[in-house]
């Protein structure tokens, strides 16, 4: 008998996942894999692909790896071929590859922290969506662009990447307008801080390097992986256009809304304890 309820089934679906060598993407496949999909897996570091490939094994599946970087149109275009060609369809693409920073827009020597944390978050969903997008049609599938909360607020510190989680909500939401009818949904996960991945290790910082181990720890609100794929599976079987995990987060953009000043206090305040000892004084 499913140990999931029928709207998180999978059975038979083919699904690719951006960004599954770590973190939530390594997450994700697991949780397809058990509700019965067929993952392909797609990051740059093969090593750290074949070992969430084997996870997936043991959970009974039979995984695809397909070393890629999202930030190259042609990698995307072999990731979707190889896996329409071992599948022989596409239902679900998930983009969860992404790249955070930690600096002071005022503390860069030059743009280009921005312009890698653009090319990886904005430019790295819309890569593999041109490519999957024609059998994303054919078989009424989903597209779920993995987000944040960033997307709809400003942050201290993550300028390049609240403004690339900005630039993920609007290509979703215009391309949403555009497929209606056809079939596709585009779902936006915006979430708030994840426990247990390593985006804030290779968050870049001000000199354009990962900050590496002695990036700051989780605070105590951040979310734990199990829950939040179990949130994500939920949307893309119930087709949803957007969630946010945990659901609180969503009052927090309407309060930005009511009470910009606030609201910045509020985000300052709470960014600053998760920061290392530098920001703190900021
Ligand atoms: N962690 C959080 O607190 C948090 C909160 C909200 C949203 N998110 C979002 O969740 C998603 C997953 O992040 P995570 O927290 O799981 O971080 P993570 O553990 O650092 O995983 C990031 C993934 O992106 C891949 N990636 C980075 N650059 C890539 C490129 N050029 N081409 C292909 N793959 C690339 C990495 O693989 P390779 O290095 O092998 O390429 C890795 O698999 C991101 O979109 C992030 O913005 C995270």
């Given at each position: 008998m499913s140990r999931r309820p029928a709207a998180q089934r999978f059975d038979g679906a083919a699904v690719i996942i951006t960004g599954a060598s770590s973190g939530l993407g390594a997450a994700l496949a697991l949780a397809f894999t058990e509700a019965g999909a067929n993952v392909v897996l797609a990051a740059r570091n093969e090593d750290r692909l074949n070992e969430v490939a084997r996870r997936c094994v043991e959970a009974g599946g039979q995984p695809l790896v397909v070393p890629a970087d999202v930030t190259v149109p042609a990698d995307c275009e072999a990731l979707v071929a190889a896996a329409v060609e071992r599948l022989g369809r596409l239902d679900v693409l998930v983009a969860c590859a992404g790249l955070s920073m930690w600096a002071r827009f005022d503390e860069l020597s030059d743009a280009?922290?921005?312009?890698?944390?653009?090319?990886?978050?904005?430019?790295?969903?819309?890569?593999?969506?041109?490519?999957?997008?024609?059998?994303?049609?054919a078989g009424s599938g989903v597209l779920a662009a993995i987000s944040s909360v960033q997307g709809k607020l400003g942050v201290p510190y993550h300028s390049g990447y609240a403004a690339s989680k900005h630039a993920v909500q609007g290509f979703c939401d215009s391309l949403r307008m555009e497929l209606a009818g056809s079939g596709v949904g585009v779902l936006t996960v915006l979430a708030h801080w994840i426990r247990g991945t390593n985006l804030r290790q290779y968050a870049l910082g001000s000199d354009g390097l990962p900050r590496g181990d002695h990036a700051a720890a989780h605070g105590s609100g951040a979310v734990p992986l199990e829950k939040i794929t179990r949130r994500i599976l939920n949307a893309i079987a119930r087709r949803r256009r957007m969630i946010f995990i945990p659901r609180w987060m969503r009052l927090f953009t309407w309060l930005s809304e009511l009470a910009p000043p606030l609201t910045d206090r509020l985000i300052r305040k709470r960014v600053n304890r998760e920061a290392t000892g530098t920001h703190r004084s900021a």
């Open positions: 280009e922290v921005l312009r890698r944390v653009m090319d990886v978050n904005y430019w790295g969903l819309v890569n593999p969506t041109r490519f999957a997008l024609p059998h994303l049609k």
